[in-house]
């Protein structure tokens, strides 16, 4: 059986096309647990109405974790509550997922909002890095498939780590199993935070983070800002 464990924090608007992708699939040997951070809108009723189990959240590393304690299945499929899956991704990538004898795998990401900003971005400042350096330095955000047995040993996804605590849990993994990028299917995801926050301003978050984790360690510190709630309106 497949887990798929993703946390929310107000996702009424996102999560119903997730959702719906998942039901969506010709793989229907799956579960869906909503690790929720005390939403204040119909996240939690959404997730009912589909079916979900729902544990406590946090941020998502927590939330993630919470999801896994619970999960019955062999293998774990943490997304992000804006994604969005193609026709046939469960069948695809774990066909490959066996084929290539993988513990840990990603995917290559596409934005949701079809624009050209949004795919150049995904695809020549993620997908292509990340593509490079697939066998020196794993990544994994927004989509990662694990074996549970691994995820386990690992002690789970780091909650101390502020930003890219799924790059982190890639890095630890290879050292017990084998990772590697799902070519046969990509996931879509929304470009909210870049057009939130800039895209410039949030790339350097990324490439500024991905030095600090390189030189210095994982961001235990909260340098970069970037919250969990960063969708929530200001306060006036």
């Not at 579960?31 to 946090?58: F, H, L, Q, R």
Request: glycine share 6%.
């Amino acid at each position: 059986m497949l887990s798929i464990v993703i946390p929310t924090l107000n996702e009424e608007k996102h999560l119903p096309l997730l959702l719906e992708s998942i039901k969506k699939q010709d793989f229907k040997s799956y579960e869906m647990i909503i690790a929720d951070y005390n939403s204040k809108d119909k996240t939690k009723k959404i997730a009912k109405k589909y079916g979900c189990k729902i544990v406590s959240g946090g941020i998502p590393a927590k939330g993630r974790n919470n999801g896994a304690k619970v999960a019955k299945g062999n293998l774990l499929l943490f997304l992000d509550a804006d994604a969005v899956l193609p026709e046939k991704v469960f069948s695809k990538a774990l066909k490959e997922f066996k084929k290539r004898k993988l513990k840990i795998a990603t995917f290559f990401l596409l934005p949701s909002e079809k624009n050209k900003l949004s795919t150049f971005f995904f695809s020549f400042f993620y997908n292509f890095p990340i593509f490079v350096l697939e066998k020196i330095l794993p990544h994994a955000a927004m989509a990662i498939l694990v074996d549970k047995k691994l995820f386990n040993k690992l002690g789970g996804f780091d909650e101390k780590i502020k930003l890219a605590e799924d790059h982190d849990l890639a890095r630890r993994a290879v050292k017990l199993g084998k990772y590697g990028i799902i070519k046969s299917s990509k996931v879509h995801v929304s470009d909210r935070r870049f057009k939130k926050e800039g895209w410039f301003k949030t790339y350097s978050k990324y490439l500024l983070c991905e030095g600090h984790m390189i030189f210095i360690g994982p961001v235990k510190s909260d340098i970069f800002k970037y919250g969990f709630d960063h969708l929530k309106k200001k306060k006036k």
